[in-house]
């Protein structure tokens, strides 16, 4: 194998991944595995004893319903909604990353000066990573909604 067909081999692969989508019934799949999720979080916070593994438990479950929604196709999917997902998700890494500059340093600001300093600063991968897939699949609607 020559340096062009690995080349070629690799793109084709990259490119096959790239375009990997679920059908459009797992949008309706992933949207209910978020409600059912976040319905459990706030009714747990209610309860008295909250088991730390169930907490981390649904927050892996309820980004995996995130992503399922990200990855679903619309009923029509054709160029324009595929140039639409691609700048959402290009809106979304770009917000995910002012958000994870900006977060810490909000924190620091609010738990010195303007309340008590605080040492449980838990700045973690879940706010992370639901926030860009929660705004991928905002700016994703209202793309949709404006072309």
Do not use: H
């Not at 916070?45 to 169930?54: C, G, N, R, Y």
């Not at 639409?84 to 809106?91: C, D, E, G, V």
């Not at 002012?98 to 303007?114: E, K, R, T």
């Amino acid at each position: 194998m020559n340096l062009k067909e690995m080349r070629e081999c690799e793109r084709t692969k990259i490119e096959k991944w790239s375009s990997f989508q679920l059908a459009n019934a797992w949008k309706l799949r992933g949207t209910v595995i978020c409600l059912l999720i976040f319905g459990t979080m706030i009714a747990l916070k209610f309860t008295d004893s909250e088991p730390l593994w169930l907490k981390d438990v649904l927050r892996k479950c309820l980004l995996i319903g995130l992503l399922i929604v990200t990855l679903s196709k619309e009923k029509i999917e054709d160029e324009m909604v595929t140039t639409l997902r691609f700048k959402a998700y290009t809106l979304a890494f770009i917000m995910a990353v002012v958000y994870s500059l900006i977060q810490p340093l909000a924190d620091y600001v609010v738990n010195n000066f303007i309340l008590e300093a605080n040492k449980d600063n838990d700045f973690s991968y879940f706010q992370v990573l639901s926030f860009m897939l929660i705004i991928q699949i905002m700016f994703f609607e209202i793309l949709k909604r404006n072309r």
